[in-house]
């Protein structure tokens, strides 16, 4: 038996053991050869590949490839830190493709990203659900573009040779010659965001199990760092009657972004 619990909230390590199941691999396969033109001669690399799952769909794609691991279990992968390696050089394009480590939240998948977007053309990568967030999608430099991004399904993960389930997407970014467009930030039409010193109207949980509640009473007592304080411009039945219920775009804990707080309100 497995005990899960000190994977709770994917605090995924580079020396964690966790892989990507057949099916999963199979199915990002698909959404690959669907959304890139890869050629034979291009170079892929696999900067984390583990146990090699995704190196029998990579021989596929192409005849130029690299694999590396810090701790590699397959006799085809180097065994060397890719943060730490030299950008290469080609002549083709290169791709990136695989799992990256996450660490806390997502820090050590975002070392890889920035890496990668240093040389690559294309990158396709398993991430967390919170790649979803305009604010997680900034780790790509504004020249790299999304062109494909799926949820995974339920269990496609296996850890210690059993299936587990993480909130995770399958995103596909591609490098252009011009930047992508950065979406305005809302503004809201109920509220705006105070400090807890500005006599605020209401306080609405961000984070934890009660992300989303709001509270109208005690706000005094109410923690700065779990909570965000509003002053209501007007329908306060609107603030206090919907409580926000999308987690969605999370890995871990519940967590409510500004952006995503206004949006919900703004379209209700």
């Given at each position: 038996?497995?005990?899960?619990?000190?994977?709770?909230?994917?605090?995924?390590?580079?020396?964690?053991?966790?892989?990507?199941?057949?099916?999963?691999?199979?199915?990002?396969?698909?959404?690959?050869?669907?959304?890139?033109?890869?050629?034979?001669?291009?170079?892929?690399?696999?900067?984390?590949?583990?146990?090699?799952?995704?190196?029998?769909?990579?021989?596929?794609?192409?005849?130029?490839?690299?694999?590396?691991?810090?701790?590699?279990?397959?006799?085809?992968?180097?065994?060397?830190?890719?943060?730490?390696?030299?950008?290469?050089?080609?002549?083709?394009?290169?791709?990136?493709?695989?799992?990256?480590?996450?660490?806390?939240?997502?820090?050590?998948?975002?070392?890889?990203?920035?890496?990668?977007?240093?040389?690559?053309?294309?990158?396709?990568?398993?991430?967390?659900?919170?790649?979803?967030?305009?604010?997680?999608?900034?780790?790509?430099?504004?020249?790299?573009?999304?062109?494909?991004?799926?949820?995974?399904?339920?269990?496609?993960?296996?850890?210690?040779?059993?299936?587990?389930?993480?909130?995770?997407?399958?995103?596909?970014?591609?490098?252009?010659?011009?930047?992508?467009?950065m979406l305005l930030k809302e503004k809201s039409k109920y509220?705006?965001?105070?400090?807890?010193?500005?006599?605020?109207?209401?306080?609405?949980?961000?984070?934890?199990?009660?992300?989303?509640?709001?509270?109208?009473?005690?706000?005094?007592?109410?923690?700065?760092?779990?909570?965000?304080?509003?002053?209501?411009?007007?329908?306060?039945?609107?603030?206090?009657?919907?409580?926000y219920n999308i987690f969605n775009n999370t890995v871990g804990?519940?967590?409510?972004?500004?952006?995503?707080?206004?949006?919900?309100?703004n379209r209700l």
């Amino acid at each position: 038996m497995v005990d899960f619990s000190k994977f709770t909230g994917l605090k995924r390590n580079t020396s964690d053991k966790f892989y990507t199941s057949k099916q999963t691999v199979n199915m990002c396969y698909k959404y690959i050869k669907n959304n890139l033109n890869i050629k034979k001669t291009d170079l892929i690399i696999e900067p984390s590949a583990g146990n090699g799952a995704f190196i029998p769909i990579i021989k596929i794609l192409s005849n130029n490839y690299k694999f590396y691991d810090i701790k590699p279990e397959n006799n085809e992968i180097i065994k060397k830190n890719f943060l730490l390696l030299k950008n290469p050089e080609s002549s083709s394009k290169i791709h990136i493709i695989g799992n990256p480590p996450f660490g806390h939240k997502s820090s050590i998948a975002i070392k890889f990203i920035k890496k990668c977007c240093e040389f690559c053309d294309t990158i396709s990568f398993i991430l967390p659900k919170s790649f979803k967030k305009d604010s997680m999608k900034k780790s790509f430099p504004l020249k790299f573009h999304l062109k494909f991004q799926k949820d995974l399904p339920y269990n496609s993960f296996i850890i210690r040779k059993t299936s587990y389930n993480v909130p995770c997407i399958f995103q596909i970014w591609v490098k252009k010659n011009k930047n992508r467009k950065m979406l305005l930030k809302e503004k809201s039409k109920y509220f705006t965001f105070c400090k807890k010193t500005d006599n605020p109207d209401a306080a609405i949980r961000r984070v934890g199990i009660n992300a989303g509640k709001v509270y109208q009473n005690n706000l005094q007592d109410k923690n700065s760092n779990s909570h965000y304080f509003i002053k209501i411009i007007k329908n306060r039945n609107i603030i206090f009657n919907n409580k926000y219920n999308i987690f969605n775009n999370t890995v871990g804990p519940r967590s409510i972004g500004k952006q995503e707080l206004i949006k919900f309100y703004n379209r209700l």
